[in-house]
């Protein structure tokens, strides 16, 4: 569905997305599709707090601008008032479910063109509408059809960039790492927080995963833990038959730079298996029924278990698990 954006230039362009990191990181390839359907106008990207980190990472976007807590009001009213200043040609708003943060923003930035699903609320807000989401519709198709209204070249992939300092800082990092050195096949686990299910594989399970992977001499693991989730991360790692490390706390920029070396990232659907993804490493995560249809990455270098649940991990079996790894671990070569 094309819809009309008129015959005046395009020559400022704002994008809306209040969600989380992983939320952003799945919606790059919209933004490297916007960046290429108006390449001289001048793209800003407003973003929740959550997803702050994630902003040195984005190459497609000439500003940010970051929506602080709901009680820093100051930081309301300055973004607000930045909008207001400094009015676009072109509003989308990328959430797909009605926001009423993002519908107030948009309703700010004063653009004359403002773009958006159909959530059914708020429409007075936007002049330009395409149909809402499925429920099983794939985050992917969702920005295929965004792209598709404004007549933008669209590919699935995920793509993010390291800046080149962060980089170095993630080099030096790894170089610190215990069992860092050598040609072995590396696997970085991220378990997730796994004191949440049922969206997160169990401990016991996990560890009982990496210790038959530990029973295979070209494999070496390394752990991953985000923030709140080290000291159970730490456990699982410690308990392993051959401890394994985990790796430096940095910021996500940091934190991509060391996950961009790996041949594969393990574990529970979080924003680092997007961010993995993003930065070309093959994963391989636990998936439930929702997962899978809505948020797996694209591509055959993603693989995984796929529960009999739509809303939980725990039917996935450690035998389960530990074939579909295997297997997947033998398809990557070309990746890899």
Not at 7 to 27: F, H, K, N, S, W
Not at 44 to 56: E, H, I, N, Q, T
Not at 271 to 289: C, I, K, Q, R
């Amino acid at each position: 569905m094309r819809v009309d954006l008129g015959t005046e230039p395009i020559r400022r362009v704002t994008g809306l997305y209040i969600g989380r990191i992983g939320d952003v990181i799945v919606a790059t390839p919209f933004l490297r599709a916007l960046r290429a359907r108006f390449p001289k106008a001048r793209l800003r990207l407003v973003v929740g707090g959550r997803a702050a980190g994630v902003l040195p990472l984005l190459p497609f976007v000439d500003e940010t601008a970051v929506l602080d807590k709901p009680l820093r009001v100051g930081s309301h009213l300055k973004l607000a008032w930045t909008m207001l200043r400094e009015p676009c040609d072109l509003l989308v708003d990328l959430n797909s479910s009605f926001s009423k943060t993002s519908t107030g923003l948009a309703r700010a930035a004063r653009a004359r063109l403002r773009l958006s699903f159909d959530k059914g609320r708020g429409p007075a807000v936007f002049n330009r509408i395409i149909p809402a989401p499925g429920e099983r519709e794939h985050m992917s198709e969702r920005f295929a059809r965004l792209a598709e209204a404004l007549g933008a070249p669209y590919g699935p992939d995920l793509e993010l960039k390291v800046p080149p300092a962060d980089d170095a800082r993630a080099e030096a990092l790894l170089a610190g790492v215990p069992g860092w050195s050598g040609g072995a096949f590396k696997i970085l686990i991220h378990p997730g927080n796994i004191t949440r299910p049922p969206a997160f594989w169990p401990a016991e399970r996990l560890t009982e995963l990496c210790a038959r992977l530990q029973k295979d001499p070209t494999l070496r693991l390394f752990f991953l833990a985000g923030p709140g989730e080290r000291d159970t991360v730490s456990r699982i790692a410690a308990g392993l038959p051959a401890p394994a490390p985990l790796l430096p706390a940095a910021p996500l920029s940091v934190v991509g730079g060391m996950v961009r070396r790996m041949n594969l990232l393990a574990g529970s659907l979080t924003s680092t298996t997007h961010l993995a993804a993003a930065l070309g490493v093959p994963t391989f995560s636990f998936y439930e029924g929702y997962t899978q249809t809505v948020w797996r990455p694209r591509g055959a270098r993603h693989g995984g278990t796929v529960s009999d649940s739509w809303s939980g991990v725990g039917s996935t079996t450690v035998d389960e698990a530990y074939a579909a790894l295997k297997d997947h671990l033998g398809r990557l070569s070309p990746w890899v």
